[in-house]
C-alpha cells in the first residue's frame, strides 16, 4: 500500500550515490508523493531512510513547444491523438538520511541501488529516525505529511534552550502555549518542571481562565497571572552590583560607596525588610560620602524609586509559586515604558536563576516573549536585562533553569543567546535579513529549506537542532485551552466594541 516506485540511474543529479538518489513514481494515486514525505527502501546494508527534496513531472509528448502548438492549432488537444497520459512520469529525488540496522540509525555509507523499490517510511521507523518520544514528550502536532505525533522529549527540547521564531501572527504564542499546555499536563513521575512566562502583550492570560467548553482543558488551578503593576522588588536582596546593573551609567565608584551603604542598612536592619526609601534616607544622612559621589547616588536611586518596582517583599513570592508542573504568567501588558520591562525581567531572571541555583525552586522554563527587547544584538541598545539572560543561555543547563526564546526579529536578537539555543522552531518568515539570520544559525538548515520557510502556512513550523535528529516540518495542534481573547477577528473587535462602549456624540 505504501508502494511509491523503484530507484533509477539519474545523470542530473548523478544517481544513486550516498547524498542523493532517484526513484520513478509508480504508484498510481494521483497525489502519490509529496515533497519533504519521508521514503524507505530495503538495502543490502540495512532500511535506508530518506527523504523527497524535489519531484519532476515530465511527459514527452509535450516536451516539444512546436509540436503542441501545431497539434492543438485545429482545436484539438493532444490527448484525442496520443495516448499522452500513459507517458506522464513522476520522478522524486530523495536524499538519505540514515541507515536503520541492528536497532541504531547509522549515517548512510552506502548508496541504494537502482532497481530498488521504494516505500513510504513506517510511522515506526520515522519515531526511532527522528528520536521522538512518544510515551513521555510533549506532543506539539503532527509530522507534516505522516500520521506521526511530533512528541519531543523534554530534556532535548528545553534543557539547552529553545527559540521560537517567525513573523507577527504566524502562531509563536500559540504554539508555546501548546508547549505550555503539554508541561502543565504532564504527570509528577514523568518530571515536570515549573513554568514562568514573560508576558509582554498579556496574550497567555487565558490560560488561567476557567473552560466554558466540556471539551475543553481546564488549567486554571496551575496558573497564576500577576500584573506588572503587582511586581515589587524586595530591596533588601538587592545588592550594590546589581543596582549598577540597573542603572548602566553609575560609575565603579558610586557602586563601591553604596556597597558600603548596603552593608551598613543589612546590619541595621539584621534581616529585617527595608524599602528603597529607608536606603535613601541612609544616603541623605550619611556624612562620610563626598557630597558629588552623594549628589549622583540620590540621583540614580531616586529615579529606580520613581520606577515604584521597589519594595520592601517580593512581589509575587517565587519562591512559592514557582512549583512542579505550574505556570506563573507576568503580564507587562500595562506597562509601556521597555526601560521598567527590562528592569522587571532583570529582576525576575535574577532571582530565579538565584533560587535554581540553591535548590529552592524546582528546575523550570522561563518562556521571553519579545526576546529581542531584553537582549538585543547591537550594543548601542544594550539592554539592562542582557547579562542575565546571557547568563541563564550559558549557563541555565547545569542548573536545569531553561529559556524559551519568543522573537519576530531574529535578526535583532543577541546572537550570543541564539546560538546557545539548541532547538529552533521556525515558524513564517518572509523578511530577508531574518531568513539570513536562520540560515546562519544552524548548518541543518539548506537553502532549499530556508525557501520553504517563507511559504509555511499560519501553525506550521520547522524543528531544527537537538529535539529532532533531522529538520522536520510539523503542523502544530489545536489548543485544548481557550484561545486568548487577542485572537477574536478584527470584525468581532469592531462589533465588541460597538456593544459596550456609548455612543459618542454627533457633532
Ligand atoms: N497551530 C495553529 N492552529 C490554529 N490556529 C493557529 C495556529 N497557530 C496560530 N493560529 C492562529 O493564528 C493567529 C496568530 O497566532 P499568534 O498570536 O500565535 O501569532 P504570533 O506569532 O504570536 O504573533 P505576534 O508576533 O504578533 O505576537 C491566532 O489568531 C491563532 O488563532
Ligand atoms: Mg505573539
Not at 18 to 37: D, L
Not at 227 to 237: D, E, G, I, N, R
Request: glycine content about 6%.
Amino acid at each position: 500500500m505504501n508502494f511509491l516506485g523503484t530507484v533509477i540511474t539519474s545523470n542530473y543529479p548523478p544517481g544513486p550515490t550516498t547524498s542523493n538518489f532517484s526513484f520513478v513514481v509508480t504508484n498510481n494515486e494521483p497525489i502519490p508523493v509529496r515533497k519533504g514525505q519521508f521514503v524507505q527502501i530495503n538495502t543490502e546494508d540495512g532500511l535506508l531512510l530518506g527523504m523527497v527534496q524535489e519531484i519532476l513531472k515530465t511527459n514527452r509528448f509535450y516536451s516539444h513547444a512546436e509540436y503542441v502548438k501545431e497539434y492543438e492549432r485545429g482545436g484539438q488537444p493532444l490527448t484525442s491523438i496520443f495516448p499522452c497520459d500513459r507517458w506522464d512520469m513522476l520522478i522524486a529525488n530523495a536524499k538519505p538520511l540514515g541507515v536503520f540496522t541492528n536497532g541504531t540509525f547509522d549515517k548512510v555509507s552506502f548508496p541504494p541501488s537502482p532497481g530498488e523499490k521504494v516505500y513510504i517510511a513506517d510511522d515506526e521507523v520515522l519515531i526511532n529516525l527522528l528520536g521522538l518520544d512518544v510515551e513521555n514528550g510533549l506532543n506539539l502536532g503532527n509530522l507534516r505529511f505522516h500520521e506521526v505525533p511530533v512528541s519531543l522529549n523534554m530534556t532535548k527540547l528545553l534543557q539547552k534552550h529553545l527559540a521560537i521564531l517567525a513573523m507577527s501572527g504566524s502562531g509563536k504564542s500559540y504554539l508555546a502555549s501548546v508547549i505550555i499546555e503539554e508541561l502543565l499536563s504532564r504527570k509528577a513521575e514523568s518530571g515536570r518542571v515549573a513554568v514562568v512566562i514573560i508576558d509582554v502583550h498579556g496574550e497567555y492570560s487565558s490560560l488561567a481562565n476557567k473552560s466554558d467548553k466540556d471539551n475543553q482543558f481546564d488549567l486554571s488551578d496551575k496558573v497564576v497571572v500577576v500584573k506588572s503593576p503587582f511586581v515589587q522588588f524586595a530591596t533588601p536582596l538587592i545588592s550594590n552590583r546589581w543596582f549598577g546593573t540597573f542603572q548602566p551609567e553609575m560609575s565603579p565608584i558610586q557602586i563601591r560607596e553604596l556597597g558600603r551603604i548596603v552593608g551598613e542598612m543589612r546590619r541595621a536592619y539584621r534581616g529585617k525588610s527595608y524599602s528603597l526609601t529607608d536606603l535613601l534616607n541612609h544616603i541623605e544622612s550619611d556624612a562620610k560620602i563626598p557630597q558629588r559621589t552623594k549628589e549622583a547616588l540620590l540621583g540614580w536611586l531616586y529615579a529606580l524609586e520613581d520606577t515604584k518596582l521597589f519594595g520592601t517583599e517580593e512581589a509575587p513570592d517565587l519562591e512559592n509559586l514557582v512549583k512542579p508542573g505550574h505556570a506563573v504568567i507576568l503580564d507587562l501588558s500595562e506597562t509601556t515604558s521597555l526601560k521598567k520591562k527590562q528592569l522587571i525581567v532583570t529582576y525576575i531572571a535574577s532571582r530565579l536563576f538565584a533560587l535554581r541555583r540553591r535548590g529552592k525552586i524546582p528546575p523550570f522554563t522561563m518562556i521571553l516573549e519579545e526576546a529581542h527587547q531584553f537582549c538585543p544584538q547591537a550594543r548601542q541598545e544594550l539592554a539592562i536585562s542582557q547579562g542575565i539572560v546571557e547568563q541563564l543561555a550559558r549557563e541555565g543547563r547545569k542548573f536545569y533553569a531553561s529559556l524559551c526564546l519568543i522573537s519576530q526579529r531574529p535578526v535583532r536578537l543577541s546572537t550570543t543567546v541564539l546560538s546557545q539555543a539548541n532547538t529552533h522552531i521556525i515558524l513564517r518568515i518572509s523578511n530577508p535579513n531574518d531568513l539570513d539570520t536562520i540560515k546562519a544559525s544552524s548548518e541543518m538548515i539548506t537553502p532549499d529549506t530556508v525557501g520553504m520557510i517563507s511559504g509555511l502556512p499560519v501553525g506550521e513550523a520547522l524543528i531544527v537542532g537537538s529535539a529532532v535528529n533531522y529538520p522536520i516540518f510539523v503542523k502544530i495542534r489545536q489548543r485544548f485551552t481557550k484561545e486568548s481573547a487577542y485572537e477574536a477577528n478584527l470584525e468581532k473587535a469592531a462589533k465588541t466594541y460597538e456593544e459596550y462602549s456609548p455612543p459618542t456624540e454627533s457633532k
